[in-house]
Every structure is written in structure tokens, then in C-alpha cells.
């Protein structure tokens, strides 16, 4: 590394945008993934779409009970 950088030239905030999503990984176990990719493939549908089907399906039930 240097002693020292010059960064006279430079624009704060260049690269940030607020409006910016962060997507965080998510990891399942082996035969939880083995499965809904079965599953996914057996449907025709990418394992995201289903996976956030069946989520989607999971909050509806879980805010009916509230």
C-alpha cells in the first residue's frame, strides 16, 4: 500500500443509490433443496418461483390467523 492516496478528484456518493435492493443469499439444507427442485422441475417452474409461491402461500395463512 502507498503512505498516501490522493483523492482530490473524487465524487462523493458516485456509486450509492437509496433506492437500491439488497438481495441476501439464502441457503437450505441439502434435502430441502434436493426436493423443491425436484418439485420445480416436475411443474415445469424456475425453484425460485416456487419457493416464493409457496411463501407467498405461507404469509396469506399465517396474517388469515391473525
Same mark, same amino acid.
Given at each position: 500500500m502507498r *503512505? &498516501? !492516496? *490522493?483523492f482530490? #478528484?473524487?465524487e462523493r456518493g458516485k456509486f450509492y443509490d =437509496?433506492? =437500491? #435492493?439488497v438481495h441476501l443469499p439464502l441457503y437450505l439444507d %441439502? &434435502? +430441502? @433443496? *434436493? !426436493?423443491?427442485? %425436484?418439485r420445480a422441475k =416436475? #411443474?415445469?417452474v &424456475? @425453484?425460485? +418461483? @416456487?419457493v416464493n409461491d409457496l411463501l407467498k402461500k405461507d404469509i396469506a395463512?399465517? &396474517?388469515g390467523v391473525k
Open positions: *503512505d &498516501e !492516496y *490522493d482530490s #478528484k473524487g =437509496a433506492g =437500491a #435492493k %441439502a &434435502e +430441502v @433443496l *434436493d !426436493y423443491f427442485s %425436484a =416436475a #411443474k415445469g &424456475e @425453484l425460485n +418461483v @416456487l395463512l399465517i &396474517e
